[in-house]
Structures are given as C-alpha cells and as structure tokens.
C-alpha cells in the first residue's frame, strides 16, 4: 500500500492517538502538572511500541523522564535517532483559546490545541512515518526515538542525560521536527537556529509598599528604574547596548544575504497578518535578516504594583520582568548571559537593589547542507510538496541541538512542518491537516 | 469625667466598634465587594446614632451610598462637617501581613488590620471626641457627619453628590482626618495637599501574542515599547518632560522653603525606615519638598506577557500600565490629564497603538493658616501633644477637599493623625494605641 493510501486509511486513527496526547496537559514550566508529565511520556511510550518500536521506555533524568524507543534492522545500517519532545508551553492566557486548549478537535481543516504542533503534533509526523515502514517492510535504518519533557525551560537536564546515555543513544544523525516552513508553499528546510540567553530581574526599592502621595517623587520607584534600564538595552538604531555583545556575531555572508532577498517575501501581508502598521528592527538588516540571522532582545514578561481592577496609587516595593535575548551562530549563550548581568549592574541606580537571575541559555546552530541526510531530507521534502524546499536559517531556539552535536558528535537535520499560522507558543496553536499528511510523506520519503 | 478618664474607661468598647469596621473588607475597587461597603455604611450608621447623633441614615449617590448624621445644638451656632471614607484600599499581596487585614488586633501597642488608619481608625478619633462632648453637655456646635465610599477610588460620584446635597451639607468649616503628621513627637497640620492625575496605558504591538523566535527582533514588542515610553517621562533631572507640564507650578516661597528646611528631618534615619541607600529625586529641592510640594511621575502598576513560574519566551501583543502623577496646587488635573497623554500619544512609534486611558483626577489643596478653626485645631494638637504642630503641605491627594471648597464654598481643616509607620495603602497597615487617644484628645479640645 502507498503512503498516500495508508494515511487516508489510517487517519482517523492517527488523530485520536495525537488527540490522546493532546488532552494531557503537560506543562513543564508549571510544577503542578508533574503527573501530566509521567501520564504524557507513558502514553508516548505505548504508541511508539504500537507503531512498530522493538523496545520502549520511561528512562529516568534529573527532571522529568525521557521516552526512550528502538527499532533494530540490520548491524550494518546507519541509525537516525529522532528527537522530540512531549512538554508543551503553559495555555495562558486562557480567555483567548477559541476551544480549549487540551480538548483538540479538528475545525476548518486544521486540528486545534496546545501541541497541535510544537512538538506533539510534528513528532507525531515522524513516528507514522515509522510505523508505516515498519508495517510495509521498507525500513532501511535502525531507528532510535527520545523524547524529553523539559525542551520548553530550557531542556536543563538533557546535556547530562545525553552524556550520561552516549552508548545508548548513539546514531549516525538526528532528525527533529520542531521548526516552521517559510509557508505551505514555500517548503523550507532548516539550516541554522538561533541561540537563547533567558534572564529574570528583580528590582527592589523601599523595603515595603510606599504611599505614592506621601514618597513619590522622593523615593525611586522601582517600575520607574525596571522601565528605565529596560528602555537602555536597545539604541535608537535596534542595536544592543550590551558592552562586547556583538564579539562574536558573524555579519552575513554576502551570498546568504542574496539568498535572503531572493525568498518571495510579502512584507505588506506579514505585517497585516500579525495586525502591525510598520515593523522594527535593526537599521540595516532586512526583516528576514532581523528575525532569524541577527540578535534580538525581547521583554517576555513584566510585573509589578496594582494589576487589579481600578485605580490603586501606591509606589511599589519591587518590580519584576523576564527577558530574553535570541543569539546567533558563535555567540556563547554563558557569556552574553554575564555581560548582560553585568550591563544592568552598571547601569542601576544606586537608589534601587537589581538581581539578575540567569534562567536558561542556548547556543546557536549551523547545519551544512552537503550532508547526506540534508540531501535525503530535500528530496522528501520535494517527494511532498513537489518543490525542491529552501535552506534558510531560523530565529527560534533548539538549544539540545548544538548539544547534540557536542555530546553525540552527530549533525541533526531539521525538517520542521510548522507554518507561522500555526500559532505556536500562542492561544489557538493549531496544525493544518494537509501540511500533516504531507509531512509524513516527506519523512517516509526521507527515510527510503 | 475629663476626656483622659472617659477613654480609659471606655477604650475595650471603642477598639471593638471599630475592630467591627475594620472586619468588612470595604474595598471599593473591587467589585465582588459591593455587598461590604452597604454592609459597612450600615455599621457606621448603626455607630454614629449610638455616638449621639439625632439622625443617621444612607443616602443614595451613582455609586455606593453616604453616611450622613447630624446633631443640632442651637439654630445660631457653627457648623462643623466632619469628612471621613469607609472604603479601604485593597489588602494585596496578602502574603505580606503578618496577621489577616480582615481580622483586627492589638500587638505591641498598636492597632493592626486594613483601615486601622485609612480612614475607619482616624475616622473614629472624630466620633469617639463628639460622643464624648455629646454624653458630658459640652457640645458648642452643630455636627455633621459626612462618610463615603468611594474615596480610595477617586470619590468619582462625590461632587455630583455635593451638588445636589448643599443644603442639607451646609456649614461653617470640615474637619478630615485623613492625613498624617511628621511624627509622633512632630505633631502637624497639613496646610496643602498634592492633586492627582491617574492614567491607565494599554500598548498594542501584534494582534496576537508571538513566538519571541520566529518574530523577535523584527517585529516590535510591546513591552519594550512600554518601557521605552515611560522611561521618557521624566528627564535626568526628575523633571517631567511633558510640555506644558509645569506650566502653572508656582516655585514655592522663599519663606516655606525656609520652614521646610527647618524641621528637623533625619534623611538618614527617612532612609533606613524605607530600607533604600539613595534617595532620588528633581535636582534642586529636598527632599521634604519633593514629596510634598513638587510634582511626581509613579508607574503604581506594570504588567504583560507571561508573569508565571519559568521561563516562558512570548513576543506578546500587549502590555498595560497604570500611571499617576501627583499634582501640586494650581496645576489642574484635567489639563494635565490631556497634555500627558498628548505627549504618550507623541513619542508613541508607529509600530504599536497607544491607548491612554484617563481614570481620575483630583486638584490640589492649599488652607490658609489664620482661619479660626485651623487655629482652633492648632490649640488641640497642643493640649494632646505637648507641642504647638508644624504647619506642612503633605504629597497625598484628598481631590474631595477641593470639591468641598468648590461646591460648598468652606475650608477644610485637615487634622490628621497618621505616621508614616502606619503603612497605609500597603501591607501591615496600623495605628498606634497611644496616638488614637491622643487624637481624640486634639479633637475634643479643638472642639471645646
């Protein structure tokens, strides 16, 4: 049976098992789903060994457990590890899901729901693509699958357990679907991530809640000194002021640059589509440059004083946000973690403390794309969407990838299916169901 | 009996009529308590007959309802109106109080609970001195007693209510205690207040919240836009930029600016009570005129993007603040209001949309010092303190008081008995044992 006929008559199928996923709201940046965790990774590891997987199972880490499957074909034959991972980002704000977010349904042919893509979803796309080679007889590789539950804080354990399982986990490459398309029809393969400095800062003024009538203007006010320092990252020009946080930023080759402005890029509908008059970035770099080849600052949270309903006057205490750089290729996420440390110790004012609590960083990735599994991945690719896809570096972060990389001394090729539209990290993440069948075409095709 | 023997004997029932008060959590702000405030107004209602009014009732206004009491002595006599609210502000964060704000004790001498001061406990050093003159014949005066609900909020609904009230409000002169002294051992009557202008700030970057990765330095963040924009507010000299802003400040007279150096001010020990290293504030006035007879800027709340546990990286769509500025007399809030968002709206980058959001506003006070009562409540300060009080402008907004001089065409003596120990507006909120009494002492003499 062909591929294509296997997914019309297995789909039904394929969406209960996703949906079955989809339900367990495995939040790893929320302690109190820590059984959701354990009920996600045993429910992964069942399906991989429906699907076709040898041996299956919950392997221990300092965090939540790694699902850990095997496939053996031949001792001769190389060995794609597949990583993936089961942990989804917390749902809020909830108000915003059209439907909620762990009750998956498919609506206007897309399925709807935390993980719908990132990452139960597209890791879904890899293991029927397994199981339909298993099933056939067309299985060509050994086929390892691990799949972690901590990738959306920072994977903070996986370094360790990736050391600790090097034997185990040994491989010739890696594949991962957790990246996005330039569009449904503008298939595109991953060639580079950024990195990821990730920060909490606290600023403490008075020692308690002051009466802003009776202090203000006397006594700083710590929201005033965090807007302050924030506003004094980034110049008028979208350029870091961090001291040395360019050292080791490699400006663009000039042949990638072209590459960049030959993609068919609407930047009229981009902007409409996300609902903005004008964009921003750094003076120089086009918007395709600025959000996947140069670094970025972003404040991901800020909090502090009345939030409530009303109008409470009163000069807070503390002020509190999480901020996040994105790095490029050669930047060492432990070193722009200190400067910047060190940046906003220098420019706090003496009337307030500032604490500055690293949270997670990552480095960059470079995949070159003469390597046999690119090449595999382009024609599965092609297979799929019936063009040959583009090589583009993208501005999300995979900080296990160079980890991958350092510890198992394998390339990982990144065949994400994600669209923008999918809306992940965001209320009504969703997937479209054409772009999922072709994804397992893809892979399948890969894999031959 | 004298007034010292009538409090002693007294005192267990006054702390539990008022530990009857400060048990309703009349927080006007916040909806879900509108069955409290009619709650509370009825208690004081219940207490002010009890005191030794003639009559006491609720009176309807567009938001929660007055206590009005009166007590006639003689057709020729003055009429005082004593002012007080019996809302309070909200108790967050709850975590912060050492005992529930709700459930009122006495430890070490003082009262704890939330309006132990603000304004149920200063409020009842008024009824306590006028139940003491009623019960000993020594009442001189017609009373009046005037208690609202919705001070804490901006008395939104209280002008109307003058307005339409003036007969029935008519008198000679308002007391309010409402306000604090430099210390216990620096008794003082405030002669000025500061006005207030309160916005809410909502920017809106993209039309929905975006992965930091895939968007993050391209397109602009509204966080960040917040932050840039509120950290143009004031220059490096404490001065707010606004044009116009100053515009109708009168500098303080030479002779004031004597009278404030003079209090003996402890800068060192004003730093240590509020545990900061550095005071900061506009360059060229100290600080006793900065928080009391300048202008101020205060962010009183911030907050978007993702606030949680971990670390969440979001490029969100929006981000919201709440900002007031303390005003000083003559400036005029409703002016102040428009240029200040004039001026977001004119820094505001074409990449976000802004929305200033007015929430209310009051006028500054200034009391003229040889007005007999303010004379006559100098000589009770005197009588309870051992002390003749300092005359001083106070930073806080009582917008009500220049309500009263509009529409009633009357003065207010603002005869106020907080220290800043007090916490007002913050967690631990209290009263000393010892000042209470002595407040109703000042009170029954200023009276006589």
């Known amino acids: 049976m062909d591929i294509h006929e296997y997914i019309s008559q297995n789909e039904p199928r394929f969406l209960e098992e996703l949906f079955s996923l989809m339900r367990i709201p495995s939040i790893s940046a929320q302690p109190e789903h820590h059984a959701d965790m354990l009920r996600c990774a045993e429910r992964w590891r069942e399906l991989l060994l429906a699907a076709g997987a040898d041996t299956a199972e ?13 496939k053996h074909v031949a001792d001769d034959a ?52 397994f199981e339909y080679l298993v099933r056939h007889g067309l299985l060509r590789h050994n086929m390892k699958f691990i799949l972690e539950g901590e990738e959306e804080i920072g994977s903070p354990n996986l370094a360790a357990f990736l050391a600790e399982h090097r034997e185990r986990l040994r491989c010739d490459v890696i594949f991962v679907s957790d990246t996005s398309m330039l569009g449904a029809d503008l298939p595109s393969l991953t060639t580079g991530l950024r990195g990821l400095a990730y920060w909490e800062v606290e600023v403490t003024g008075p020692n308690r809640d002051l009466h802003s009538g009776h202090f203000g203007g006397a006594v700083a006010n710590p929201i005033n000194v965090l807007c302050e320092m924030l506003a004094q990252v980034v110049d008028g020009d979208g350029r870091i002021r961090v001291p040395g946080f360019y050292d080791d930023v490699e400006e663009l080759p000039a042949a990638e640059r072209a590459m960049l402005a030959a993609i068919p890029f609407d930047e009229e509908a981009y902007k409409q589509a996300i609902g903005v008059k004008a964009l921003r970035g750094e003076r120089g770099y086009s918007t395709l440059e600025r959000n996947a080849c140069r670094p970025s600052f972003d404040i991901c949270g800020i909090w502090g004083g009345y939030t409530g309903e009303g109008s409470k006057t009163v000069l807070p205490s503390k002020a509190f946000a999480k901020v996040s750089c994105r790095l490029v290729p050669h930047q060492d996420h432990a070193v722009i973690s200190r400067l910047f440390a060190d940046y906003l110790q220098s420019i706090a004012p003496e009337c307030v403390r500032v604490e500055v609590r690293p949270m997670h960083g990552g480095q960059g990735y470079v995949c070159p794309i ?13 297979a799929a969407f019936g063009k040959r896809p583009l090589a583009v570096r ?4 995979i900080p296990i990838i160079s980890d991958f990389e350092r510890e198992l001394g394998v390339k990982t090729i990144l065949m994400g299916f994600g669209l923008e539209s999918n809306a992940i990290h965001s209320p009504n993440e969703n997937c479209r169901l054409d772009i999922f069948r072709k994804g397992i075409v893809a892979v399948v095709e890969a894999l031959r």
């Open 58 to 70: 919950l392997i221990p880490s300092a965090g939540n457990p790694l699902v850990f499957a095997e």
């Open 78 to 129: 190389d060995t794609i590890l597949v990583y993936g991972h089961y942990d989804v980002m917390p749902a809020e704000p909830l108000e915003l899901w059209q439907t909620p977010p762990f009750e998956p349904v498919v609506r206007d042919g897309r399925i709807w729901g935390r993980g719908a893509d990132d990452d139960k979803g597209q890791t879904m796309i890899q293991v029927k693509a």
């Open 370 to 382: 003469d390597h046999p599994a690119y090449r595999a991945a382009e024609r599965g690719f092609e």
């Open 394 to 397: 993208r501005g999300g972060s």
